[in-house]
């Protein structure tokens, strides 16, 4: 399938955050292995971002990594849960409600890493090619396309044309599913370049 269309523009849809339970929350495989790859932190690059954070499970991840985090999102429940149970483990949080397909506060430049982890928003990634300092990383992941969970994926390629601009693509992985193979899990690492690279992307299907 081309993806030189036009990027699909929907109203997204969500699933809701899983809610917490006793047991501390299993954290994504695929974020930990990508704070692995990026490994310890730089001085003056420990600012990162956990948007939707929902109850928190990566922002606490960060946070343990000794990043200061903010973590954002509507549900205000959910934050409240992170400043009440997470933040008596850890004071390196600082919660925001912020409509994340929407033009999150903050400012350009400023987070070392940003984790999107089951939430599809194209305007998200672009607020974040902004927000992420040059040298900085994006970690994505979608949820996985059980059911009918693929109307509410992106189209095959679709992340990594919203990317290509403004990105190297250290590690992408799409799968494609849905009835006529029209959706798109993805996971990816994105390091932020200075430079506006080429679509070698494009080029190379
Ligand atoms: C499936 S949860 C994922 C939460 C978190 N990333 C995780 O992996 O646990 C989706 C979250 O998105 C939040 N959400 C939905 N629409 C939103 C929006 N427009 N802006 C900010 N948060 C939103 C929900 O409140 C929910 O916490």
């Given at each position: 399938m081309s993806i030189s269309k036009p990027l699909r523009r929907k109203t997204p849809l969500q699933v809701p955050a899983?809610?917490?339970?006793?047991?501390?929350?299993?954290?994504?495989?695929?974020?930990?292995?990508?704070?692995?790859?990026?490994?310890?932190?730089?001085?003056?690059?420990?600012?990162?971002?956990?948007?939707p954070s929902g109850y928190g499970r990566h922002a606490s991840l960060l946070a343990e990594h000794g990043y200061d985090v903010i973590a954002m999102d509507t549900d205000e429940w959910a934050l409240r849960y992170i400043r009440e149970v997470r933040l008596s483990e850890n004071d390196k949080i600082a919660c925001v409600v912020a409509d994340c397909s929407a033009d999150i506060p903050l400012a350009p430049d400023t987070i070392f890493i940003a984790v999107v982890v089951h939430f599809i928003s194209p305007a998200l990634?672009?607020?974040?090619?902004?927000?992420?300092?040059?040298?900085?990383?994006?970690?994505?992941?979608?949820?996985?396309?059980?059911?009918?969970?693929?109307?509410?994926?992106?189209?095959?390629?679709?992340?990594?044309?919203?990317?290509?601009?403004?990105?190297?693509?250290?590690?992408y992985k799409e799968k494609e599913v849905g009835p006529k193979k029209e959706a798109a899990t993805v996971k990816c690492?994105?390091?932020?370049?200075?430079?506006?690279?080429?679509?070698l992307y494009t080029a190379c299907r």
């Open positions: 899983p809610k917490p339970t006793s047991s501390p929350q299993s954290t994504s495989p695929f974020v930990r292995k990508c704070l692995h790859i990026i490994g310890g932190i730089e001085p003056h690059a420990a600012r990162a971002v956990d948007a990634l672009q607020v974040l090619s902004r927000v992420i300092r040059t040298g900085g990383y994006l970690i994505y992941e979608t949820y996985g396309g059980n059911g009918d969970n693929y109307v509410m994926l992106p189209r095959p390629g679709e992340i990594a044309a919203e990317l290509h601009a403004r990105f190297e693509l250290i590690y690492l994105a390091k932020r370049v200075a430079v506006p690279l080429p679509n």
